[in-house]
């Protein structure tokens, strides 16, 4: 969902289920050729560095409160 997310494609056109879509949109747009391997490591990367900057300005994920239901 980073993918989605960074590349400004419509979530609902392209949600989860409609990985293979994604990929050949993503092609078609860059004229680059990623496989879903590619696009995995590539959503890794962008939810390490959304963590390393959060933690850096001091929101820890581990530390919000949860509601007591």
């Known amino acids: 969902m980073h993918i989605v997310n960074v590349s400004g494609l419509c979530a609902i056109g392209h949600w989860p289920d409609n990985k293979e879509r994604m990929v050949g949109v993503l092609n078609a747009i860059t004229g680059w050729n990623y496989s879903m391997a590619d696009l995995l490591k590539a959503g890794e990367r962008i939810a390490n560095l959304r963590h390393a900057f959060n ?15």
């Open 55 to 69: 933690l850096r300005e001091g929101i820890n994920e581990l530390k919000w409160p949860v509601h007591p239901r």
